[in-house]
């Protein structure tokens, strides 16, 4: 079955230190996401990626970086230099054949601080 | 700035009745409007799209309208089950190809 694996499903942080979130589609999908949730919020993007080699910042990209050497992988790391890490993490992906097209989801990444 | 609005309380109904939840809008003209579920500790699945052109989609038990007037979508589910409860979110869709979430709404039917 096609679909989106996140990993892990949990993760903890130390003070300084940088961890990566991996997310891993099989879809053939060209544009992935990042999102972050809080509780009581929408999803916030925080990163994207349209095509291979290419990726733009979202509204919060502060302190997160990302890589798309390959289609189907779309790692996020969350540096040191994000304060306030403690979030859920949800990656997507969508066909660019078509607007409308929607999003599928990974079923997420909780990061917690130690 | 552009905003969207869903009831950020929890929406508490029967089983059986007819669930409706709203999506307000500002400072967008989107081109259309999808609605996702998400269930506790899950990544959210698409449910339904509608279009500016449309006043009304149906799939099954669920029909969204879109009134662009109102800048105003809302969310009926029909005969509701306790499987339903799960929170919602309507994402309008704005320019530069992107989806922005509304905060969804909790919906709890009970049995």
């Known amino acids: 079955d096609g679909g989106i694996t996140q990993s892990p499903k949990y993760l903890f942080r130390k003070e300084g230190q940088n961890v990566t979130l991996s997310c891993e589609q099989n879809?053939?999908?060209?544009?992935m996401y990042w999102y972050r949730q809080d509780p009581g919020q929408g999803l916030r993007l925080i990163y994207y990626?349209?095509?291979?080699?290419?990726?733009q910042k979202g509204d919060i990209a502060e302190g997160y970086s990302v890589s798309r050497e390959k289609k189907e992988s779309f790692p996020l790391t969350v540096t040191s230099a994000q304060k306030n890490p403690t979030a859920f993490y949800l990656c997507?992906?969508?066909?660019?054949?078509?607007?409308?097209?929607?999003?599928?989801f990974g079923d997420g990444t909780r990061l917690s601080i130690l | 700035s552009q905003k969207i609005e869903q009831n950020s309380e929890a929406l508490n109904i029967q089983e059986g009745k007819t669930a409706t939840l709203t999506c307000n809008y500002t400072?967008?003209?989107?081109?259309?409007l999808q609605w996702y579920r998400q269930d506790p500790g899950r990544g959210p699945v698409f449910l339904l799209l509608?279009?500016?052109?449309?006043k009304e989609k149906r799939k099954e038990r669920l029909k969204v309208t879109f009134d662009t007037t109102l800048k105003q979508s809302l969310f009926h589910i029909t005969a509701s089950q306790p499987a339903d409860s799960a929170t919602y979110l309507c994402?309008?869709?704005?320019?530069?190809?992107?989806?922005?979430f509304g905060g969804g709404t909790r919906l709890m039917v009970k049995p």
């Open positions: 400072n967008y003209s989107p081109a259309y």
């Open positions: 990626s349209q095509i291979v080699n290419d990726f």
């Open positions: 879809l053939n999908h060209d544009a």
């Open positions: 997507a992906s969508r066909a660019r054949t078509g607007l409308n097209q929607p999003q599928h």
């Open positions: 509608i279009r500016e052109n449309e």
């Open positions: 994402a309008p869709y704005n320019a530069g190809n992107m989806l922005t």
